[in-house]
């Protein structure tokens, strides 16, 4: 891997760098905003790209000075298994992964969980935003965020679990909640969510350049929630 100074977002998947003094192209696998992350003139970390690729390297990381934060959206999804073998998520330890991206409703989940008869459905999002110690989601409006909590919550009301899981990719969370400012309307079905029986956690991680290495979960006592808002909240299905 090599630094380069990151210089402009060109699109939703690729980024102008400068490496060695030279101004290059890197393919980014996160199309949030990232707009408290990647500023012009920070630090990041890029990989060669893929033989084949048009872009020369694959953006991995920003180093905001304490510590890096992973610029790769797909991690989480790679990290749940050992997040699960390992007993990070307690109330998860003795299920077993039954099914990867299954159906669900419209879309699909990440995960289909079962022990016994029990199963929970999982839906990880990829968290790089944190505010005075408040890791929030998402950076950017997201329709298929909110769609995933419907569904979810259709779950629940049909007698299954269901987790929503904040993987922050970053360490310095302390507290978790929905991005009401960003998305009102995600906010909004998050809090309903939540009280029809959607468990909410958030995975705090430190990120080496390769890998997440989790570091500690934030369970309900660290979820904050916005006030009610009625006129904003959707119908469930």
């Known amino acids: 891997m090599v630094r380069g100074e990151f210089l402009a977002r060109l699109n939703r998947f690729a980024i102008a760098v400068r490496v060695n003094g030279e101004d290059s192209i890197a393919h980014l696998p996160n199309p949030g905003c990232l707009a408290n992350v990647l500023v012009p003139g920070r630090s990041v970390l890029l990989k060669p790209a893929p033989s084949g690729r048009r872009t020369q390297w694959t953006a991995v990381a920003a180093d905001l000075g304490d510590f890096l934060v992973s610029l790769d959206s797909t991690l989480p999804n790679r990290a749940f298994p050992y997040f699960l ?18 159906k669900l409703g419209r879309g699909r989940a990440d995960f289909l969980l079962q022990r016994g008869r029990t199963q929970v459905w999982v839906e990880l999002k990829s968290v790089t935003l944190v505010e005075e110690g408040i890791a929030l989601f998402p950076d950017a ?20 679990g269901a987790f929503i899981v904040f993987v922050v990719q970053r360490p310095d969370a302390e507290r978790f909640g929905p991005n009401h400012a960003i998305d009102p309307r995600f906010a909004a079905t998050f809090r309903e969510a939540v009280g029809l029986g959607v468990q909410a956690r958030a995975v705090v991680c430190f990120f080496d350049g390769h890998e997440l ?4 979960v934030l369970g309900p006592e660290a979820l904050l929630l916005p006030a009610p808002c009625p006129q904003e909240s959707p119908a469930l299905p």
């Open 213 to 216: 290495h989790p570091r500690k």
């Open 85 to 102: 073998a390992t007993g990070t998520l307690p109330e998860l330890s003795d299920f077993r992964i039954v099914a990867r991206e299954p």
């Open 141 to 160: 409006p997201t329709a298929r965020g909110t769609r995933h909590l419907r569904e979810l919550s259709a779950r629940v009301r049909a007698g299954d």
